[in-house]
């Protein structure tokens, strides 16, 4: 039944063959990329980072995302090898002095060149569209086309002048190669900076220690220190007894002083009344002979007197 009314159907309507893969206009895809955060799907605004992939984000949007990861589940799986700030670099970019941006076309009469980008390689000059390849240095965020680099072969960098390596090369929005290889660096990289940090805690912890066994057990310097103190403390002990001792005799011999002293202040007292006492004796004498002496005259004169 069916096929009747005059319709002729045709081969394709009628086998089903495979199917045609979808082909995603490349001018599209250049403008995602190059012109809209990854992210966030916003327009890209200073400042602007890029991941070890080579993928370019808001720097505002990496902060929010790595506030709150509940936000979106396929942006979270796309950007799960994101972990802190520190793994992605601000890019230090030039500035296209031709690009004139939305001032030009406010109403949406004039026509916008896609090619036209809004930075530029500072050496070669090449516009940065994603027609041309570039990259930018890990160390300092410089950001170059590859054709300035493979020209002009260098360790160091053509703007601020920081030395690098071919490693700290990474490319803006490279292709499923340059991804593998970008990854594999990454893991390189993180893998060394673990071991790096296990070591660092290491020699960290075998310092502490070390510090602790030189603490409990003193060294020759500070034995030599202790055998000084109590040398030192040994001859102030010395210095106690002595001076203690020095004091006993002191005393001893203050004391003795001082009893001879009295007996000295006694014996004197005792020669002084002997002088006094024989000074009283020699006064009444000389008193008691005189009287004598003039009872005899009186007598003699009594005598003679009496013969007369």
């Known amino acids: 039944m069916g096929c009747d009314g005059g319709t002729i159907p045709k081969r394709h309507e009628l086998v089903k063959g495979p199917r045609k893969v979808e082909k995603v206009d490349k001018n599209a895809e250049l403008v995602a990329q190059w012109y809209y955060c990854t992210l966030s799907q916003e ?43 520190k793994n992605v670099t601000e890019l230090n970019l030039a500035d296209n002095p031709a690009w004139k941006g939305d001032k030009g076309n406010t109403k949406g009469d004039k026509y916008d060149d896609i090619q036209c980008a809004r930075f530029i ?28 680099l493979k020209e002009i072969k260098t360790e160091v960098c053509h703007r601020c002048g920081v030395p690098f390596q071919e490693e ?10 340059d991804v593998e290889v970008l990854k594999k660096r990454m893991e390189e990289r993180r893998l060394k900076s673990k071991v790096g ?79 006094k006492s024989e000074a009283y004796k020699s006064i009444f004498t000389s008193h008691s002979s005189a009287k004598r002496s003039k009872e005899e005259s009186s007598n003699w004169i009594t005598h003679t007197a009496y013969y007369f």
């Open 121 to 148: 390689c500072p050496v070669v000059g090449l516009e940065m569209n994603g027609r041309h390849r570039f990259c930018f240095l890990r160390n300092c965020g410089c950001v170059f086309s590859e054709r300035a």
């Open 197 to 275: 940090k296990k070591s660092k805690k290491c020699k960290a912890a075998e310092s502490v220690s070390q510090q602790d066994t030189t603490e409990d057990s003193p060294g020759p310097s500070e034995v030599k220190t202790a055998k000084d103190d109590t040398d030192t403390n040994s001859g102030e002990r010395k210095q106690i007894v002595f001076t203690k001792s020095a004091e006993a005799n002191g005393s001893s011999s203050a004391s003795g002083k001082i009893s001879k002293a009295s007996a000295g202040t006694t014996k004197r007292s005792i020669a002084d009344s002997e002088q």
């Open 168 to 177: 700290d090369v990474i490319t803006l929005n490279g292709n499923k190669e």
């Open 43 to 85: 327009e890209l605004r200073r400042p602007i980072v890029a991941c070890e992939l080579g993928r370019l984000y808001n720097k505002d949007a990496i902060i929010e995302f790595l506030l709150d990861k509940s936000s979106d589940k396929s942006l979270v799986q796309a950007a799960s090898y994101i972990r802190s700030i």
